[in-house]
């Protein structure tokens, strides 16, 4: 891939109670047509469409990877020729299990990777109990080189992020549903797998409240020295923008090889 900076931008949109699925699809596909111009690459955040932490909208809007949502960003990224991370939707498979799954779609309006959550949040509640886990460390091909995908609550599981750097990846693609009661975690991780993977960080999260919690925003992007190259307020929706070279990463590694320290 190029080593050239490639324009991203993190669609920090609001997830709340009083919008309808529907409605949130229509409202958001607006903001990346007319709100992401110039950027090659677009990130939306965790399960926007229904919200990670309304159980019965996460049900009711489970579909296969040929239903409404999947069809409707692959048209979306194909119609302004971009790269699009999709966040992440409930997705039923053929045998009736639900995934939280991650999508990346090419500007010719293709699947080209898709990820299922590995680590599930909630203990004996929430996801953990509605979701099956995804077993597999899933890279994408972007333009600024190979980007390990990863959702939310992985964000706490440092092997992860060693298992996609062992494959390649010179950067994360983090999209999220944060809660504000954490987002200080949230910040000091992002910047913590950043450092010690010696990659970048892109990290999208939403705001508003639904089922009774209320998400903290604070998207970012940091570069592979753990720099925060921007970030968002915790409260407000918005287009983060950034610029990422896969030649930051080569630099700092071969200056720097701590990596190939590694035991």
């Not at 990777?113 to 004996?124: E, I, P, T």
């Not at 080189?145 to 992985?154: K, L, P, R, S």
């Not at 750097?165 to 009661?181: C, L, M, N, R």
């Not at 190259?229 to 071969?254: K, M, Q, Y």
């Amino acid at each position: 891939m190029s080593g050239t900076s490639v324009k991203v931008a993190l669609v920090q949109c609001e997830v709340s109670g009083e919008e309808t699925p529907a409605d949130r699809l229509a409202r958001v596909s607006e903001v990346v047509r007319t709100g992401c111009t110039g950027a090659q690459v677009v990130v939306l955040p965790e399960l926007w469409l229904a919200g990670a932490f309304d159980m019965a909208q996460m049900q009711a809007t489970a579909q296969s990877r040929d239903g409404e949502f999947v069809t409707a960003m692959c048209s979306l990224a194909k119609e302004c020729g971009i790269w699009l991370h999709a966040g992440s939707f409930v997705e039923r498979d053929s045998e009736g299990h639900l995934y939280n799954t991650a999508l990346v779609i090419s500007p010719t309006g293709d699947v080209t990777a898709s990820y299922r959550k590995q680590h599930l949040w909630g203990g004996d509640s929430g996801e953990a109990v509605l979701l099956a886990r995804g077993r597999d460390v899933v890279t994408a091909q972007l333009p600024f080189g190979t980007a390990g995908i990863a959702t939310c609550y992985d964000l706490r599981f440092p092997e992860q992020f060693r298992a996609l750097v062992d494959v390649g990846a010179t950067s994360f693609i983090i999209p999220a549903s944060w809660p504000v009661q954490r987002i200080e975690h949230w910040r000091v991780l992002l910047r913590a797998r950043a450092i010690e993977n010696q990659a970048w960080v892109l990290a999208v999260n939403s705001v508003g409240t639904h089922a009774g919690t209320t998400m903290g925003g604070c998207s970012a992007v940091i570069d592979p020295t753990g720099v925060v190259v921007c970030e968002a307020s915790g409260d407000e929706e918005i287009v983060l923008f950034a610029e990422v070279a896969e030649s930051a990463v080569t630099a700092w590694r071969s200056r720097h090889r701590w990596l190939a320290d590694r035991i």
